[in-house]
């Protein structure tokens, strides 16, 4: 996770001090990670100013 960007990519997390700390962060800015301890290969958590689904898949296939 990146600490000083607009935007946050959160990929898998195992610890469970990890885990609490992403769900609380992103609980503060009104969203969820519910799987994060459970995210596969290539799949990630992103949020960010002004940033969307179809944005990011956008982004992606740049």
């Known amino acids: 996770m ?6 946050r990519f959160i990929s898998r997390m195992n ?8 769900k609380g962060l992103t ?3 009104g969203g969820r990670a519910d799987r994060v301890g459970r995210l ?3 799949e990630f958590y992103a949020a960010g100013v002004g940033l969307t689904e ?9």
């Open 54 to 62: 179809a944005g990011v898949l956008q982004r992606a296939r740049l």
């Open 40 to 42: 596969s290969t290539g």
């Open 2 to 7: 990146e600490g000083r960007s607009g935007a």
């Open 27 to 29: 609980k503060a800015r």
């Open 15 to 22: 610890s469970p001090t990890r885990i609490d700390g992403v």
